[in-house]
Protein backbone atom coordinates (compact mmCIF):
# COMPACT_ATOMS: atom_id res chain seq x y z
CA UNK A 1 0.00 0.00 0.00
CA UNK A 2 1.39 3.29 -1.08
CA UNK A 3 1.46 5.85 1.73
CA UNK A 4 -0.78 8.79 2.08
CA UNK A 5 1.36 11.57 0.39
CA UNK A 6 2.05 14.64 3.24
CA UNK A 7 0.72 17.83 1.62
CA UNK A 8 2.42 20.94 3.41
CA UNK A 9 0.11 22.84 5.71
CA UNK A 10 0.41 26.13 3.57
CA UNK A 11 -1.12 24.22 0.33
CA UNK A 12 -4.14 22.49 2.70
CA UNK A 13 -5.26 26.09 3.93
CA UNK A 14 -5.15 27.12 0.04
CA UNK A 15 -8.12 24.36 -0.39
CA UNK A 16 -10.54 25.66 1.93
CA UNK A 17 -13.38 28.00 0.55
CA UNK A 18 -12.90 30.19 4.23
CA UNK A 19 -10.16 32.46 4.65
CA UNK A 20 -7.51 31.59 7.13
CA UNK A 21 -5.48 34.48 8.36
CA UNK A 22 -3.22 35.79 10.95
CA UNK A 23 -3.21 39.38 12.68
CA UNK A 24 -0.67 41.20 15.08
CA UNK A 25 -2.11 42.11 18.44
CA UNK A 26 -3.00 45.69 16.36
CA UNK A 27 -4.95 43.57 13.56
CA UNK A 28 -2.43 43.91 10.98
CA UNK A 29 -2.39 40.89 8.60
CA UNK A 30 0.79 38.42 8.84
CA UNK A 31 -0.14 35.29 6.98
CA UNK A 32 -3.91 34.91 4.50
CA UNK A 33 -4.31 31.96 2.74
CA UNK A 34 -5.46 31.62 -0.77
CA UNK A 35 -9.36 32.12 -0.46
CA UNK A 36 -8.15 35.68 0.53
CA UNK A 37 -9.15 36.49 -3.00
CA UNK A 38 -12.59 34.98 -3.44
CA UNK A 39 -13.86 36.43 -0.23
CA UNK A 40 -12.39 39.94 -0.67
CA UNK A 41 -10.97 40.64 -3.91
CA UNK A 42 -7.54 41.00 -2.81
CA UNK A 43 -4.73 38.18 -2.99
CA UNK A 44 -2.63 37.01 -0.19
CA UNK A 45 0.20 39.50 -0.73
CA UNK A 46 -2.26 42.52 -1.47
CA UNK A 47 -3.44 42.09 2.71
CA UNK A 48 -0.30 41.25 4.41
CA UNK A 49 0.62 44.50 6.36
CA UNK A 50 -2.79 45.71 6.12
CA UNK A 51 -4.84 46.04 8.76
CA UNK A 52 -7.95 44.18 9.11
CA UNK A 53 -9.55 48.00 10.49
CA UNK A 54 -8.69 49.77 7.29
CA UNK A 55 -10.83 47.18 5.11
CA UNK A 56 -13.51 47.04 7.81
CA UNK A 57 -17.25 48.86 7.44
CA UNK A 58 -16.19 52.16 9.14
CA UNK A 59 -20.34 51.22 11.36
CA UNK A 60 -18.94 48.70 12.49
CA UNK A 61 -15.07 49.24 13.83
CA UNK A 62 -15.92 50.26 17.66
CA UNK A 63 -17.96 47.28 17.82
CA UNK A 64 -15.55 44.53 16.79
CA UNK A 65 -12.73 46.62 18.65
CA UNK A 66 -14.58 46.06 21.76
CA UNK A 67 -14.71 42.12 20.79
CA UNK A 68 -10.88 42.28 19.93
CA UNK A 69 -10.42 43.33 23.12
CA UNK A 70 -11.86 40.75 24.76
CA UNK A 71 -10.32 37.74 22.23
CA UNK A 72 -7.18 39.69 23.35
CA UNK A 73 -7.88 39.19 26.84
CA UNK A 74 -7.91 35.14 26.16
CA UNK A 75 -11.93 35.17 25.81
CA UNK A 76 -12.60 33.15 22.08
CA UNK A 77 -15.35 34.82 19.75
CA UNK A 78 -16.47 31.82 17.58
CA UNK A 79 -19.23 33.68 15.46
CA UNK A 80 -19.05 37.40 15.75
CA UNK A 81 -20.12 39.08 12.47
CA UNK A 82 -18.81 42.62 10.42
CA UNK A 83 -18.86 43.93 7.34
CA UNK A 84 -15.54 44.46 4.85
CA UNK A 85 -15.10 46.08 1.49
CA UNK A 86 -14.72 44.20 -0.98
CA UNK A 87 -11.62 44.56 -3.54
CA UNK A 88 -14.60 46.11 -6.59
CA UNK A 89 -16.12 48.09 -3.59
CA UNK A 90 -19.19 46.33 -2.94
CA UNK A 91 -19.54 45.21 0.83
CA UNK A 92 -19.28 41.59 1.88
CA UNK A 93 -20.33 39.92 5.34
CA UNK A 94 -17.86 37.86 7.15
CA UNK A 95 -18.53 35.88 9.81
CA UNK A 96 -15.50 35.29 12.61
CA UNK A 97 -14.13 32.56 14.43
CA UNK A 98 -11.18 33.64 16.54
CA UNK A 99 -8.63 33.40 19.28
CA UNK A 100 -5.81 34.80 20.61
CA UNK A 101 -2.90 32.83 20.88
CA UNK A 102 -0.73 34.57 24.21
CA UNK A 103 3.17 32.76 23.50
CA UNK A 104 3.04 33.41 19.78
CA UNK A 105 1.25 37.24 20.40
CA UNK A 106 -1.24 37.16 17.69
CA UNK A 107 -4.56 36.17 16.57
CA UNK A 108 -5.69 33.55 14.21
CA UNK A 109 -8.84 33.69 12.75
CA UNK A 110 -10.90 32.31 9.66
CA UNK A 111 -13.43 34.06 7.96
CA UNK A 112 -16.77 32.80 6.00
CA UNK A 113 -18.45 35.04 3.31
CA UNK A 114 -22.05 35.29 4.67
CA UNK A 115 -22.98 37.56 2.14
CA UNK A 116 -25.47 35.60 0.35
CA UNK A 117 -26.75 34.45 3.11
CA UNK A 118 -27.62 37.61 4.58
CA UNK A 119 -28.92 38.97 1.15
CA UNK A 120 -31.79 36.33 1.46
CA UNK A 121 -32.71 37.26 5.24
CA UNK A 122 -32.49 40.72 4.09
CA UNK A 123 -35.08 39.53 1.63
CA UNK A 124 -37.34 37.25 3.93
CA UNK A 125 -36.70 40.71 6.29
CA UNK A 126 -37.82 43.25 4.01
CA UNK A 127 -40.83 41.13 3.09
CA UNK A 128 -41.74 40.51 6.53
CA UNK A 129 -41.34 44.19 8.40
CA UNK A 130 -42.98 46.11 5.03
CA UNK A 131 -46.20 43.73 5.32
CA UNK A 132 -46.02 44.30 9.35
CA UNK A 133 -45.93 48.01 9.09
CA UNK A 134 -48.21 47.79 5.96
CA UNK A 135 -51.11 46.94 8.18
CA UNK A 136 -49.96 48.73 10.77
CA UNK A 137 -52.86 51.79 10.40
CA UNK A 138 -51.68 52.10 7.02
CA UNK A 139 -48.91 54.31 8.50
CA UNK A 140 -46.67 54.98 5.39
CA UNK A 141 -44.23 57.28 7.04
CA UNK A 142 -42.99 54.41 9.59
CA UNK A 143 -42.80 52.22 6.93
CA UNK A 144 -40.47 54.35 4.64
CA UNK A 145 -37.72 54.42 8.17
CA UNK A 146 -38.37 50.57 8.38
CA UNK A 147 -37.31 50.47 4.95
CA UNK A 148 -34.24 52.95 5.37
CA UNK A 149 -33.18 50.91 8.84
CA UNK A 150 -33.46 47.89 6.73
CA UNK A 151 -31.53 49.16 3.67
CA UNK A 152 -28.93 51.00 5.85
CA UNK A 153 -27.72 48.20 7.55
CA UNK A 154 -27.01 46.17 4.35
CA UNK A 155 -25.54 49.04 1.99
CA UNK A 156 -23.79 52.25 2.21
CA UNK A 157 -26.44 55.25 2.06
CA UNK A 158 -25.51 58.57 2.88
CA UNK A 159 -28.96 59.35 1.01
CA UNK A 160 -31.98 57.64 1.25
CA UNK A 161 -35.19 58.79 -0.45
CA UNK A 162 -39.01 57.89 -1.60
CA UNK A 163 -39.78 60.14 -4.14
CA UNK A 164 -43.74 60.03 -5.12
CA UNK A 165 -45.11 60.67 -8.29
CA UNK A 166 -48.27 62.46 -9.32
CA UNK A 167 -48.58 61.66 -13.29
CA UNK A 168 -51.88 63.53 -13.64
CA UNK A 169 -49.73 66.75 -12.58
CA UNK A 170 -46.22 65.61 -13.50
CA UNK A 171 -45.18 66.31 -10.01
CA UNK A 172 -42.82 65.12 -7.83
CA UNK A 173 -43.03 65.11 -3.87
CA UNK A 174 -40.88 63.34 -1.55
CA UNK A 175 -42.69 62.32 1.78
CA UNK A 176 -39.14 60.68 3.03
CA UNK A 177 -36.00 61.87 2.45
CA UNK A 178 -32.69 61.81 4.38
CA UNK A 179 -29.65 62.66 3.59
CA UNK A 180 -26.17 63.38 5.81
CA UNK A 181 -24.83 66.65 3.84
CA UNK A 182 -27.83 67.70 1.09
CA UNK A 183 -31.56 68.97 2.55
CA UNK A 184 -34.27 67.75 1.06
CA UNK A 185 -35.07 68.06 -2.56
CA UNK A 186 -38.36 70.02 -2.67
CA UNK A 187 -41.30 69.09 -4.28
CA UNK A 188 -42.34 70.52 -7.98
CA UNK A 189 -42.52 69.26 -11.72
CA UNK A 190 -40.70 66.47 -12.61
CA UNK A 191 -37.63 67.87 -14.74
CA UNK A 192 -36.52 66.51 -17.41
CA UNK A 193 -32.79 64.98 -18.23
CA UNK A 194 -32.51 63.90 -14.40
CA UNK A 195 -31.55 60.64 -13.22
CA UNK A 196 -34.54 60.41 -11.28
CA UNK A 197 -36.42 61.04 -14.63
CA UNK A 198 -34.96 58.41 -15.89
CA UNK A 199 -35.65 56.03 -13.79
CA UNK A 200 -39.67 57.04 -13.60
CA UNK A 201 -40.09 57.40 -16.94
CA UNK A 202 -38.33 54.62 -18.07
CA UNK A 203 -39.54 52.14 -15.25
CA UNK A 204 -36.15 50.84 -14.95
CA UNK A 205 -33.66 50.23 -12.08
CA UNK A 206 -30.61 52.50 -12.71
CA UNK A 207 -27.19 51.95 -11.05
CA UNK A 208 -24.45 54.64 -11.43
CA UNK A 209 -20.68 53.88 -10.17
CA UNK A 210 -17.36 56.18 -10.78
CA UNK A 211 -16.78 53.75 -13.66
CA UNK A 212 -20.08 54.28 -15.58
CA UNK A 213 -20.80 58.13 -14.78
CA UNK A 214 -17.82 60.51 -14.14
CA UNK A 215 -20.16 63.33 -14.00
CA UNK A 216 -21.09 62.29 -10.40
CA UNK A 217 -19.33 61.64 -7.17
CA UNK A 218 -19.69 58.57 -5.40
CA UNK A 219 -22.48 55.44 -6.34
CA UNK A 220 -26.29 56.28 -6.98
CA UNK A 221 -28.94 53.63 -6.98
CA UNK A 222 -32.52 53.98 -8.27
CA UNK A 223 -35.08 51.63 -8.43
CA UNK A 224 -38.61 52.50 -9.52
CA UNK A 225 -41.80 52.24 -7.51
CA UNK A 226 -44.20 49.98 -10.00
CA UNK A 227 -47.54 48.79 -9.88
CA UNK A 228 -50.11 47.46 -12.13
CA UNK A 229 -51.35 50.71 -12.64
CA UNK A 230 -47.98 52.51 -13.46
CA UNK A 231 -45.00 53.90 -12.07
CA UNK A 232 -45.67 55.52 -8.54
CA UNK A 233 -41.76 57.10 -8.20
CA UNK A 234 -38.80 55.69 -6.74
CA UNK A 235 -36.82 54.39 -4.43
CA UNK A 236 -33.09 56.10 -4.30
CA UNK A 237 -29.82 55.54 -2.07
CA UNK A 238 -26.57 57.53 -2.44
CA UNK A 239 -23.19 56.94 -1.23
CA UNK A 240 -21.35 60.11 -1.96
CA UNK A 241 -18.23 58.96 -0.56
CA UNK A 242 -17.84 55.59 -2.93
CA UNK A 243 -16.35 53.65 -0.47
CA UNK A 244 -18.48 51.00 -1.00
CA UNK A 245 -19.45 50.35 -4.13
CA UNK A 246 -23.49 48.97 -5.43
CA UNK A 247 -23.25 46.16 -7.58
CA UNK A 248 -25.80 44.57 -9.65
CA UNK A 249 -26.82 42.10 -6.89
CA UNK A 250 -27.49 45.38 -4.81
CA UNK A 251 -29.75 46.65 -7.34
CA UNK A 252 -31.95 43.29 -7.58
CA UNK A 253 -32.01 43.64 -3.80
CA UNK A 254 -33.00 47.12 -3.83
CA UNK A 255 -35.73 46.41 -6.49
CA UNK A 256 -37.10 43.64 -4.14
CA UNK A 257 -37.73 45.85 -1.65
CA UNK A 258 -39.12 48.46 -3.53
CA UNK A 259 -41.51 46.35 -5.38
CA UNK A 260 -42.92 45.59 -1.71
CA UNK A 261 -43.17 49.36 -1.00
CA UNK A 262 -44.64 50.00 -4.29
CA UNK A 263 -47.99 47.58 -3.34
CA UNK A 264 -48.63 49.04 -0.03
CA UNK A 265 -48.42 52.58 -0.92
CA UNK A 266 -50.98 51.29 -3.34
CA UNK A 267 -52.92 49.45 -0.67
CA UNK A 268 -52.81 52.44 1.11
CA UNK A 269 -53.77 54.52 -1.70
CA UNK A 270 -56.73 52.31 -2.14
CA UNK A 271 -57.70 52.37 0.89
CA UNK A 272 -57.70 55.67 1.30
CA UNK A 273 -59.51 56.09 -1.38
CA UNK A 274 -62.46 53.86 -0.06
CA UNK A 275 -62.41 55.66 3.13
CA UNK A 276 -62.78 58.90 0.90
CA UNK A 277 -66.06 57.37 -0.88
CA UNK A 278 -67.93 56.11 2.63
CA UNK A 279 -67.22 59.66 4.11
CA UNK A 280 -67.31 62.39 1.27
CA UNK A 281 -69.84 62.83 -1.38
CA UNK A 282 -68.96 62.10 -4.61
CA UNK A 283 -70.87 65.13 -6.88
CA UNK A 284 -69.65 68.08 -4.08
CA UNK A 285 -66.95 66.41 -2.30
CA UNK A 286 -68.52 67.29 0.72
CA UNK A 287 -68.55 65.68 3.56
CA UNK A 288 -71.41 62.88 3.27
CA UNK A 289 -74.50 62.04 6.36
CA UNK A 290 -72.38 59.66 8.09
CA UNK A 291 -69.22 61.50 8.14
CA UNK A 292 -71.64 64.51 9.53
CA UNK A 293 -72.94 62.32 12.23
CA UNK A 294 -70.04 61.31 12.86
CA UNK A 295 -68.52 64.94 13.85
CA UNK A 296 -71.74 66.01 15.31
CA UNK A 297 -71.48 63.31 18.11
CA UNK A 298 -67.72 64.70 18.73
CA UNK A 299 -68.28 67.96 18.78
CA UNK A 300 -71.66 66.96 21.27
CA UNK A 301 -69.05 65.55 23.81
CA UNK A 302 -66.87 67.97 23.63
CA UNK A 303 -69.83 70.68 24.18
CA UNK A 304 -71.57 68.63 26.74
CA UNK A 305 -67.71 68.51 28.81
CA UNK A 306 -66.88 71.68 28.49
CA UNK A 307 -70.38 73.26 28.46
CA UNK A 308 -70.64 74.78 24.81
CA UNK A 309 -72.61 75.41 22.58
CA UNK A 310 -73.82 74.20 19.20
CA UNK A 311 -76.07 74.75 15.98
CA UNK A 312 -77.38 72.79 13.65
CA UNK A 313 -78.50 73.52 10.05
CA UNK A 314 -80.67 72.27 7.85
CA UNK A 315 -81.65 73.66 4.61
CA UNK A 316 -82.31 72.46 0.95
CA UNK A 317 -83.26 74.70 -2.32
CA UNK A 318 -86.71 75.80 -3.00
CA UNK A 319 -88.33 74.31 -6.53
CA UNK A 320 -85.23 71.99 -7.45
CA UNK A 321 -86.96 69.51 -8.50
CA UNK A 322 -88.40 71.96 -11.13
CA UNK A 323 -84.94 73.26 -11.96
CA UNK A 324 -84.16 69.62 -12.71
CA UNK A 325 -86.72 68.87 -14.39
CA UNK A 326 -86.81 72.10 -17.19
CA UNK A 327 -82.80 71.88 -17.23
CA UNK A 328 -82.06 68.24 -17.04
CA UNK A 329 -79.94 66.22 -13.97
CA UNK A 330 -76.83 68.00 -15.29
CA UNK A 331 -77.58 71.62 -14.79
CA UNK A 332 -79.34 70.37 -11.15
CA UNK A 333 -75.57 68.77 -10.44
CA UNK A 334 -73.77 71.99 -11.46
CA UNK A 335 -76.20 73.90 -9.66
CA UNK A 336 -75.62 71.63 -6.37
CA UNK A 337 -71.46 71.78 -6.59
CA UNK A 338 -72.43 75.56 -6.71
CA UNK A 339 -74.72 75.86 -3.88
CA UNK A 340 -71.56 73.91 -2.13
CA UNK A 341 -68.77 76.69 -3.28
CA UNK A 342 -71.18 79.16 -2.05
CA UNK A 343 -71.76 77.35 1.71
CA UNK A 344 -67.90 76.78 2.03
CA UNK A 345 -67.52 81.03 2.17
CA UNK A 346 -70.57 81.37 4.68
CA UNK A 347 -68.67 79.08 7.66
CA UNK A 348 -65.53 78.88 9.18
CA UNK A 349 -62.91 76.30 8.14
CA UNK A 350 -63.82 74.45 11.76
CA UNK A 351 -67.52 74.23 10.73
CA UNK A 352 -68.73 71.52 8.70
CA UNK A 353 -70.59 71.18 5.45
CA UNK A 354 -72.27 68.46 4.21
CA UNK A 355 -74.41 67.15 1.44
CA UNK A 356 -77.02 64.94 3.21
CA UNK A 357 -78.48 63.83 -0.09
CA UNK A 358 -80.59 65.82 -2.92
CA UNK A 359 -80.48 68.97 -2.39
CA UNK A 360 -80.34 68.52 1.16
CA UNK A 361 -77.59 70.37 2.93
CA UNK A 362 -76.43 70.51 6.73
CA UNK A 363 -73.68 72.66 8.35
CA UNK A 364 -72.56 72.28 11.92
CA UNK A 365 -71.31 75.32 13.66
CA UNK A 366 -69.03 74.16 16.11
CA UNK A 367 -68.27 76.11 19.72
CA UNK A 368 -70.81 79.53 19.50
CA UNK A 369 -71.55 82.01 21.54
CA UNK A 370 -74.90 82.41 21.51
CA UNK A 371 -77.84 81.63 19.23
CA UNK A 372 -77.51 84.95 17.45
CA UNK A 373 -74.00 83.46 15.73
CA UNK A 374 -76.10 80.84 13.99
CA UNK A 375 -78.78 83.37 12.91
CA UNK A 376 -75.89 85.33 11.59
CA UNK A 377 -74.30 82.86 9.29
CA UNK A 378 -77.79 81.49 8.37
CA UNK A 379 -78.66 85.28 7.35
CA UNK A 380 -75.63 84.93 5.43
CA UNK A 381 -76.42 81.68 3.48
CA UNK A 382 -79.23 83.21 2.66
CA UNK A 383 -77.70 86.05 0.62
CA UNK A 384 -75.01 84.04 -0.69
CA UNK A 385 -77.46 81.21 -2.09
CA UNK A 386 -80.15 83.73 -3.47
CA UNK A 387 -78.01 85.31 -5.74
CA UNK A 388 -78.74 84.26 -9.28
CA UNK A 389 -76.52 81.55 -10.42
CA UNK A 390 -75.07 81.27 -14.60
CA UNK A 391 -74.33 78.42 -15.15
CA UNK A 392 -73.95 77.07 -18.94
CA UNK A 393 -74.82 80.73 -20.18
CA UNK A 394 -77.71 80.46 -18.35
CA UNK A 395 -79.23 82.28 -15.32
CA UNK A 396 -80.86 80.50 -12.85
CA UNK A 397 -83.14 81.57 -9.38
CA UNK A 398 -82.94 79.70 -6.63
CA UNK A 399 -82.61 80.27 -2.82
CA UNK A 400 -82.79 78.28 0.34
CA UNK A 401 -85.04 77.46 3.13
CA UNK A 402 -83.08 76.74 6.39
CA UNK A 403 -84.03 75.49 10.28
CA UNK A 404 -81.72 75.76 13.01
CA UNK A 405 -81.08 73.74 16.17
CA UNK A 406 -79.20 74.89 19.27
CA UNK A 407 -77.53 72.74 21.22
CA UNK A 408 -78.78 72.54 24.60
CA UNK A 409 -82.05 74.51 23.93
CA UNK A 410 -82.97 72.57 21.01
CA UNK A 411 -81.61 68.97 22.09
CA UNK A 412 -79.26 66.77 23.81
CA UNK A 413 -78.22 64.53 21.82
CA UNK A 414 -77.59 64.08 17.34
CA UNK A 415 -80.89 62.63 16.57
CA UNK A 416 -83.14 65.45 18.29
CA UNK A 417 -80.81 68.40 17.09
CA UNK A 418 -81.39 67.16 13.38
CA UNK A 419 -84.50 66.15 13.74
CA UNK A 420 -85.36 69.77 14.86
CA UNK A 421 -83.39 71.80 12.54
CA UNK A 422 -85.22 69.53 9.80
CA UNK A 423 -88.87 70.61 10.84
CA UNK A 424 -87.67 73.83 11.76
CA UNK A 425 -86.70 74.10 7.73
CA UNK A 426 -90.10 72.64 6.49
CA UNK A 427 -91.87 75.48 8.83
CA UNK A 428 -89.80 77.84 6.54
CA UNK A 429 -90.54 75.98 3.29
CA UNK A 430 -94.73 75.68 3.96
CA UNK A 431 -94.34 79.82 5.09
CA UNK A 432 -92.87 80.48 1.50
CA UNK A 433 -89.12 79.29 1.53
CA UNK A 434 -86.45 82.06 0.92
CA UNK A 435 -86.20 82.21 5.13
CA UNK A 436 -85.06 80.36 8.06
CA UNK A 437 -86.29 79.41 11.23
CA UNK A 438 -85.00 78.84 14.84
CA UNK A 439 -86.22 75.54 16.57
CA UNK A 440 -89.43 73.67 15.76
CA UNK A 441 -91.11 74.82 18.47
CA UNK A 442 -89.71 78.40 18.10
CA UNK A 443 -91.82 79.32 14.58
CA UNK A 444 -92.12 82.90 15.63
CA UNK A 445 -88.64 83.60 15.13
CA UNK A 446 -88.37 84.21 11.05
CA UNK A 447 -86.30 85.96 9.16
CA UNK A 448 -87.62 86.73 5.30
CA UNK A 449 -85.63 88.32 2.29
Known amino acids: MNPIPQLPSEKLLDLLLDVVCVVDIDGRFLSVSAASERVFGFRPEEMIGRTSFEMMHPDDRARIRKIVESINAGQPAPDHENRYFHKDGHIVHIMWSTQWLEAEQVRVGVARDITERKRAEAMQAALYAISEAAHQAGDLQTLYERVHEMISELLPAEHFSVARYDAAKNELSFPYCVDQHEPAPPSGVLEADTRLTEVIRSGEALLLTPDTDGKHSGNWLGVPLKTSTGTLGALVIHSYSGAGRYAE ?170 RHADEAMYVAKRDGGKRYKVGAARTRQSVTL
Open 249 to 418: KDKELLQFVADQLAAAIERKRVHSRLEYLAQYDQLTSLPNRALFQDRLQNALTRAQRESLQLAVLYLDIDKFKQINDAHGHTMGDNLLKEVAYRLKHCVRASDTIARLGGDEFAILLDSISTEDDATIVAEKILFALSDPYILEGITLIAAPSLGIAVYPEHGEDDTQLI
